[in-house]
């Protein structure tokens, strides 16, 4: 499990410096832009990720705060798939025991408080 947030957090450090590469500098508005994995999960039977992106509001949302996105990999690659957005901010990720649902703290968008969510 070391090895795989090792592999994803390795990612993460090639983008940032890929960017900065490719501009030479680091401006104001790559550091407000920047977005980062603040959790990882591995199914039980290890073939896929489950991860915390994190963020930047968008210019729209007055608060200025991070935005959690629940997203998904398989742990061989391909497309990541996104779960849940911004609008419920996610965290907490955890799989079930059997690895066919994946539970989650969200704002509940009627009541507006956190509950727990499965998918």
């Known amino acids: 499990m070391k090895k795989k947030i090792l ?4 990612l993460a ?4 410096n890929n960017s900065i ?5 680091i401006t104001p508005e790559m550091i407000a832009d920047l977005r980062f994995v603040s ?3 591995l199914s039980p039977g290890s073939k ?4 915390i992106q994190r963020a930047p509001a968008d210019t729209s949302d007055k608060s200025g705060m991070m935005k959690s996105i629940l997203q998904k990999i398989a742990v061989r ?6 779960i849940a957005g911004t609008d419920v901010n996610p965290s907490s990720i955890r799989w079930s ?23």
Not at 13 to 16: D, E, K, N, P
Not at 48 to 51: A, G, L, N, R, S
Not at 103 to 117: E, L, P
């Open 7 to 10: 592999s994803v957090l390795t």
């Open 13 to 16: 450090f090639f983008l940032i």
């Open 21 to 25: 590469a490719q501009n030479g500098r």
């Open 39 to 41: 959790e990882v999960s």
């Open 48 to 51: 896929e990720v489950c991860f």
């Open 77 to 82: 690659g391909g497309s990541v798939k996104t």
């Open 97 to 119: 025991p059997d690895g066919k649902r994946i539970f989650f703290i969200a704002k509940d968008s009627v009541t507006k408080n956190n509950q727990v969510f499965s998918i």
